[in-house]
């Protein structure tokens, strides 16, 4: 991996499903991450989500997302802001011609995108508009496309389990960066048992570890893989 492009629905999706490979080669891999929707107007009525109060609640997260990514030493990104919770309502095509853009400007040889394994809906719409703008025929070539879990999401779909492939080995300062990256999303924590915690970080970082015969694992799914 030298540049890769991290594909999130919302803001934090990209820490939960990455924030351990993010903290393991930030000195050595080119990130770029993109936030298709905003993360926060599915709490609302549609008729509200124009009103200014949720514009501004629109623009905490997204800060949330930019300190976070700061400390992986980040900075390249961009929110999109689509509406949450409502991304089956946008023509896919449209969301295709946002990660195709971004193919073409970033040209990166590796991809991060949602598994379709899960619960929340605008997960699976980026997961099925990722395959589609990445398809082997694209105009711009990507040879590795993996899909990342998401706590909260990913282990609450019961009928149809995450099944990783591959596993990167973390170590507890990665772990711990994780965990500090997330806990910028002040309005997103909550106190373990709730997966989005300390806790729950370091539980799954601790059980991917155990799944692969390691301490610590963060866990993917290889979708493709195409070496030239």
């Not at 609302?44 to 300190?67: A, H, L, S, Y």
């Not at 496309?145 to 706590?151: S, W």
């Amino acid at each position: 991996m030298k540049r890769v492009l991290i594909i999130a629905a919302h803001p934090d999706d990209d820490v939960l499903g990455c924030g351990g490979i993010m903290a393991k080669y930030k000195e050595d891999v080119e990130f770029r991450v993109i936030f298709i929707a905003e993360g926060s107007t599915c709490r609302f009525n549609f008729k509200d989500i124009n009103n200014t109060e949720v514009k501004e609640v629109i623009d905490i997260r997204n800060n949330f997302g930019i300190e976070a990514l700061a400390l992986f030493g980040i900075e390249k990104y961009n929110f999109y802001n689509l509406p949450c919770g409502r991304l089956d309502q946008v023509p896919i095509l449209d969301i295709n011609k946002i990660i195709e853009s971004e193919i073409r400007n970033f040209l990166p040889d590796t991809i991060f995108t949602h598994s379709d394994k899960d619960a929340n809906n605008d997960h699976s719409v980026v997961h099925r508009s990722t395959l589609m703008a990445t398809r082997p025929g694209a105009s711009i070539f990507v040879g590795k496309v993996y899909a990342y879990e998401v706590l909260s999401s990913s282990e609450w779909r019961f009928t149809e389990a995450f099944m990783p492939n591959y596993f990167e080995v973390l170590n507890q300062n990665e772990v711990d960066l994780k965990w500090k990256a997330l806990a910028a999303y002040e309005s997103e924590i909550k106190p373990f048992p709730y997966p989005r915690s300390e806790e729950g970080i370091h539980t799954l970082a601790k059980f991917r570890g155990l799944q692969s015969g390691v301490g610590y694992a963060e866990a993917f799914e290889l979708i493709r893989e195409i070496n030239e």
